[in-house]
């Protein structure tokens, strides 16, 4: 069973930054992918940005040149630098790892997400 754990939400005006940190307990696979996904009220969850199985970095259009996903391997926890943050950024950001039970998969550029946080709020004021 793995559980992954975010941190590092708050409220922030636009053109500041936040550093988001997902760590994970149990068994972590890392030719796994792992990423983020973000949520707003009455809309999907969508990704964000990924580690493939084999550390390929892939970003959502809407964050390309402003977020940085980053690993520490040795911890298995996951980052992701916020830059230049608008209020569109707003949102309740959750860590995601590949595998999990399928009730709770969900596929983003061939990773199949089914381990999820709790998820952590971003708030971006104008």
């Known amino acids: 069973q793995v559980q992954l754990t975010e941190s590092g939400g708050d409220s922030v005006q636009a053109g500041g930054s936040l550093r988001l940190s997902c760590g994970s307990s149990?068994?972590?696979?890392?030719?796994?992918?792992m990423g983020w996904f973000r949520q707003t009220p009455g809309k999907e969850r969508q990704g964000v940005a990924v580690?493939?199985?084999?550390?390929?970095?892939r970003y959502a259009d809407s964050v390309k040149g402003r977020f940085t996903i980053s690993l520490d391997k040795d911890s298995n926890t996951v980052y992701l630098q916020m830059d230049r943050l608008t209020p569109e950024d707003t949102g309740t950001y959750f860590c995601a790892a590949e595998g999990g039970p399928r009730s709770k998969w969900k596929l983003w550029n061939q990773c199949m997400f089914g381990y999820w946080g709790q998820g952590i709020q971003v708030n971006v004021s104008a």
């Open positions: 580690f493939d199985s084999d550390d390929t970095i």
């Open positions: 149990g068994h972590m696979d890392r030719r796994y992918c």
